[in-house]
């Protein structure tokens, strides 16, 4: 009866062991979060390389063309940004048109290493009556059944009280989202300001430090930010913003765990 007993107290201990290693599984993401100023200062191959030399998970991008014309950036013109750096990067991507631009269309973009199941794109308020912001976000299946929402937004950079609004705009919107939820983008405005203030105190936490991200030459302000949802449940790993001078901003780059919420520990992303 003894053998039993042991054997019986084997079988349990390594049950446990493989129920507290279940527990510690992790999912950890990478995140980069770039404003490209429509291609000017580099080539979408040199801006796709870039990239792609970081191994992101996602990438919020701002100031994306899709098949527009511009004097500044005649290099670019009649090119697809989304379709080209898809293809460079080997990422999946969605777009987000913001306003209509030199017979093509100009907006914010997703990449991500992980099939999009589905995105929106939501008009942000604009009550300066001043360029279209949006928000888009979307839903990413990292496999095994779990599932996260990536989103990217490009704020007002004129006036303050514009940017509160559609910060709010933003957050209300994706408090409705039951999954784990990432953002990034140009803000346009700086930490402890009024818009960055409404994340933090709606329970947002923001990742990506205090490093200057503007302009790229000659870093001054810090106006790039990712943050996540719900603050609680992320662990930040490492942040680090990356000298280039491929656009005006410089990217920021975040490596993030999600934390279960059986165990308080680090485990993976929990079904809706």
Not at 2 to 10: K, S
Not at 78 to 107: C, H, P, Q, W
Not at 117 to 138: D, F, G
Not at 166 to 179: D, P, T, V
Request: some cysteine; proline content about 4%.
């Amino acid at each position: 009866m003894r053998i039993y007993g042991l054997l019986y107290a084997l079988v349990i201990s390594v049950i446990c062991a493989f129920a507290v290693d279940a527990q510690s599984d992790t999912i950890r993401v990478r995140m980069m979060s770039y404003n490209l100023r429509f291609g000017e200062l580099a080539t979408l191959d040199e801006i796709g390389m870039h990239i792609k030399s970081f191994n992101p998970d996602f990438v919020a991008l701002q100031e994306v063309d899709v098949n527009t014309n511009r004097d500044m950036a005649k290099h670019q013109n009649g090119k697809n940004f989304v379709a080209e750096l898809s293809k460079s990067t080997g990422m999946f991507a969605s777009f987000g048109r913001a306003i209509d631009l030199g017979k093509g269309y100009y907006g914010i973009a997703i990449l991500s290493k992980y099939p999009i199941i589905k995105t929106e794109t939501m008009m942000l308020p604009n009550p300066s009556n001043t360029e279209q912001r949006v928000l888009q976000y979307a839903w990413i299946d990292m496999g095994l059944g779990d599932t996260i929402v990536v989103a990217v937004t490009h704020l007002c950079h004129l006036k303050e009280d514009s940017r509160l609004e559609q910060g709010k705009s933003i957050i209300k919107r994706l408090a409705e989202i039951k999954y784990p939820l990432l953002i990034g983008g140009d803000f346009n405005t700086e930490p402890n300001t009024p818009v960055y203030n409404e994340f933090i105190k709606n329970n947002w936490k923001e990742t990506s430090g205090y490093e200057c991200t503007w302009p790229a030459w000659n870093p001054k302000e810090k106006i790039d930010f990712i943050f996540a949802y719900p603050a609680e449940k992320w662990k930040l790993l490492r942040n680090y913003t990356i000298p280039s001078c491929l656009s005006d901003h410089l990217p920021i780059v975040v490596d993030l765990e999600y934390l279960s919420a059986k165990s308080g520990s680090a485990g993976r992303i929990l079904h809706e």
